[in-house]
């Protein structure tokens, strides 16, 4: 993606977007395509062919449901580390009360 001219940056651009969407991050440990969408978007190996007694097929209430529990877990991890970062933020912190007319 690095290149010796800066002009051209704005041709990386979509291979920097597809890189950082199918990364997963720490918080969510999920992609953020896959959040969205409930899968990865497909690299050029899942282009391969595939047999056909391997391919999976949804329902439209299974995959609602599936997606459904996946934003579930996501929340439930990204708030589980929100936790543990305030924790960790204010483990040396002192709470200070301040009254009317206190010089602060």
Known sequence: MVSKS?????????????AYN?????????????VCYDLNPPTPLDLIPIPQESKISFEVE????????LHEEVRARI???NEQHTAKANKNRTHLEFNPGDHV
């Open 22 to 34: 199918q990364t997963p991050s720490y918080a969510a440990s999920h992609s953020p395509f896959e």
């Open 79 to 81: 708030e589980k580390v």
């Open 6 to 18: 800066l002009r051209d940056w704005d041709t990386s651009l979509p291979y920097a977007e597809f």
């Open 62 to 69: 299974e995959r609602a449901k599936a997606m459904k529990k």
